[in-house]
């Protein structure tokens, strides 16, 4: 597109400026023809009075009649003109004869221009041109007594005062018509300048490319994007972010209107940019970015960029599970080894009492771990071994209630796993950090059907008051961390997800730390009566437990020669 010579800004300038010259010019001009001919009105009225203030004195009759013998019309004409600054007073007989005039020369000769009508009894008024030159004037009969017409009295002003008198006027209305363009051309100025800072210096063209390129960007691309102006007011948001945040009328609206996570809510009120910003918004994980928008040192305000991380967020949690499993798997083997090697060394030595008391030893100390006659899930049994490795390492006693019962296998591993594993490990964090001793938690596991019913407590300080409403919010955290507070968000999250939910069952006191529960809907197997079966087929236990281990030892485990012992030790099992 070829752009014009001029700017659109300076184009509405000269045209503004030349609408406001051509309506001053215009309204000079009408004013001065409407004064002019007010002006010229003025004047012949004033002559006529001066003419009939003359013709009205009744000596004035009989003085003409007597055709002025005694000087006494002269002598009334030149008081008349001197007093009123005329240009002449000349009256005359009834046949027009001058009886009086400026220039005594023309006394006694018939006037310059037609007095008939003056003379038929009208009063007459115009501009005319005499001997005098050109001239408002004014005629009016001379009656005598008996109301005779006997001559006429005719005044009149010049015309180079009507011209002065004009001029002045048309100087004053010409001032303000000045006047009147300067403040149309200030106002002009003011006005291109607003518009140019309103519109950034762009030109028409360049904002119809920018509003196609908005529109195709918004709507184009895989991302969310919520704008805000230098006020906070929202100015933009596509139809990636109303999904994504949940947001169904938001433009118009301050930030602090709109139902935001709290991170998202920080990155678009503080300075500078925010990179990677990970939160929960209703059933999804974003990952989002805030950016400051500028242009010539003004700020513009700032545009936030989200991103569907929920899919990714499961994955990487699948991923954490297996790393978490092979890691149990692995100590069990190295444990287990020891355990084996100590076993033999006594057999080959001949300390068989020894042996048995060894092996009497290893069976009572099995307790930390679950035991398969109350969860038979692999999955489970596996995850909890993985926990409960990790707790030894920090010095905490993980063990599972007596109560805990899930005859049955796992539908919803991931889901499980984030919600058990947010809550475990939440609690171990508690639990280590608090001042009981020894610290513990403590896991109850409960199938109802299809339902899995979760219970976790621990031996921490508990959660704060303050805390105990927000607990389940996005950012919340009891450390001061920002980078923490999403476990527990994504947690109830997941939960949600299968219809269930997390509650905060008692925020601790002087017995124990915090007891969180967890329902989790439909993510276990029923039997064909749809209630929960209490004989699994045990070759199918098997063949899962064998599963998991050959898909986590092969995608996980670094050595393959471990990876064959780990495999081969699951089959001997």
């Not at 980078?483 to 601790?508: H, K, M, N, V, Y």
Request: net charge negative; charged share 25%.
């Amino acid at each position: 597109m070829s752009r014009p010579r001029l700017s659109f800004i300076a184009q509405m300038l000269l045209l503004q400026l030349a609408l406001v010259v051509v309506v001053a010019g215009f309204g000079f001009a009408l004013i001065s023809r409407l004064l002019d001919g007010q002006l010229t009105n003025q004047y012949e009225e004033r002559a006529l009075s001066v003419a009939r203030s003359v013709a009205s004195d009744p000596t004035l009759a009989a003085a003409v009649v007597a055709d002025d013998a005694e000087g006494t019309v002269r002598a009334r004409a030149e008081a008349a003109r001197r007093a009123t600054r005329a240009l002449f007073v000349v009256i005359t007989d009834e046949k027009g004869m001058r009886l009086a005039h400026p220039n005594p020369d023309l006394i006694g000769r018939r006037v310059s221009t037609d007095p008939s009508a003056a003379l038929a009894g009208q009063e007459v008024s115009n501009l005319e041109v005499g001997t005098l030159g050109i001239s408002a004037r004014g005629k009016v009969p001379v009656r005598a007594a008996d109301g005779t017409v006997v001559g006429e009295v005719s005044v009149g002003f010049d015309a180079d005062d009507l011209r002065r008198h004009g001029l002045e006027v048309m100087r004053i209305v010409g001032l303000y018509s000045a006047g009147a363009c300067l403040l149309g051309i200030i106002g002009s100025l003011l006005l291109a300048r607003r518009l140019r800072r309103q519109t950034l210096g762009l030109e028409p063209h360049e904002l119809a490319e920018l509003m196609q390129e908005h529109e195709a960007v918004l709507h184009g691309v895989g991302e969310g994007v919520l704008a805000v102006d230098g006020t906070g007011m929202v100015t933009v948001c596509n139809g990636e972010a109303r999904r994504l945040l949940g947001l169904d009328d938001a433009l118009g609206n301050r930030v602090e209107a709109l139902e935001l996570p709290a991170r998202l809510r920080k990155a678009l009120s503080v300075q500078g940019s925010c990179d990677n910003i990970v939160a929960v918004a209703g059933d999804r994980v974003v990952v989002a970015s805030a950016r400051e928008v500028r242009r010539e040192r003004r700020d513009l305000g700032r545009v936030l960029t989200v991103r569907d991380r929920t899919d990714l967020d499961k994955l990487t949690r699948e991923l954490d599970s297996v790393r978490g499993l092979t890691h149990a798997l692995r100590a069990q083997r190295h444990e287990f080894a020891n355990r084996l090697h100590t076993l033999s060394g006594l057999i080959q030595l001949g300390h068989h009492d020894e042996a048995v008391q060894y092996l009497q030893a290893l069976t009572a100390g099995a307790g930390t771990d679950p035991q398969p006659d109350a969860v038979r899930d692999p999955f489970l049994r596996s995850f909890m071994a993985a926990k409960a490795a990790v707790a030894r390492e920090h010095g905490v006693r993980l063990v599972i209630g007596e109560t805990s019962w899930v005859p049955t296998t796992v539908l919803a591993p991931t889901e499980v796993t984030t919600v058990l594993g947010n809550l475990v490990d939440n609690a171990l964090e508690a639990a280590r950090t608090g001042l009981r001793m020894p610290p513990s938690v403590e896991v109850d596991l409960l199938a109802d059907g299809a339902d899995l019913h979760i219970f976790v407590v621990d031996s921490g300080a508990g959660v704060a008051p303050e805390l105990r409403t927000l607990i389940f919010r996005d950012g919340v955290s009891t450390h001061r961390d920002e980078e923490r507070g999403l476990g527990l968000a994504i947690a109830a999250q997941a939960a949600r997800r299968t219809g269930g939910g997390i509650q905060l069952a008692d925020p601790g006191g002087a017995a124990h730390g915090a007891v969180f529960t967890a329902q989790l809907r439909n993510v276990l197997t029923v039997g064909p009566d749809g209630h929960t079966t209490d004989d699994p087929d045990p070759d199918a236990e098997v063949d899962v437990a064998m599963d998991v281990a050959v898909e986590v030892t092969v995608e996980v485990a670094v050595d393959v020669d471990v990876a064959v012992d780990v495999v081969t030790e699951g089959v001997r099992r």
